[in-house]
């Protein structure tokens, strides 16, 4: 089985910084996609960052030159660095991954059980 174990969230003010951790654990093959989500109240889920297995990275534009998203492939971690926060970045931050486990062998989606951040004005 394959968890996802977000960590980081808190309260801050405009302005301010977090950093989001989230681990993948479980009998993993391999990983490939990773990423960042969030939802914020009465509003869809929506992609922050994403960050290949190469290294690659894609930030959603409302982000972009603030957030950082970054991987430690040996600790199986994702990482998503946020900085000059706005209150519009209120919300609850989901990490996803893309695994292949050992046993099956086969694709799968996962996400973490979510996480929140709250911008104050």
């Known amino acids: 089985q394959v968890q996802l174990v977000e960590s980081g969230g808190g309260l801050v003010q405009a302005g301010e910084s977090l950093r989001l951790s989230c681990a993948v654990s479980?009998?993993?093959?391999?990983?490939?996609?990773m990423g960042w989500y969030r939802q914020a109240p009465g509003k869809q889920r929506e992609l922050v960052a994403v960050?290949?297995?190469?290294?690659?990275?894609n930030y959603a534009d409302s982000v972009k030159g603030r957030f950082t998203i970054s991987r430690d492939n040996a600790k199986n971690t994702v990482y998503l660095r946020m900085n000059r926060l706005k209150p519009e970045d209120t919300a609850v931050y989901y990490c996803?991954?893309?695994?292949?486990?050992?046993?099956?062998?086969?694709?799968?989606?996962?996400w973490g059980q979510g996480t929140q951040v709250t911008v104050s004005s």
């Open positions: 960050i290949t297995s190469g290294g690659s990275t």
């Open positions: 996803h991954a893309g695994v292949v486990t050992i046993a099956t062998r086969t694709f799968m989606t996962r």
């Open positions: 479980g009998s993993i093959f391999s990983i490939n996609d």
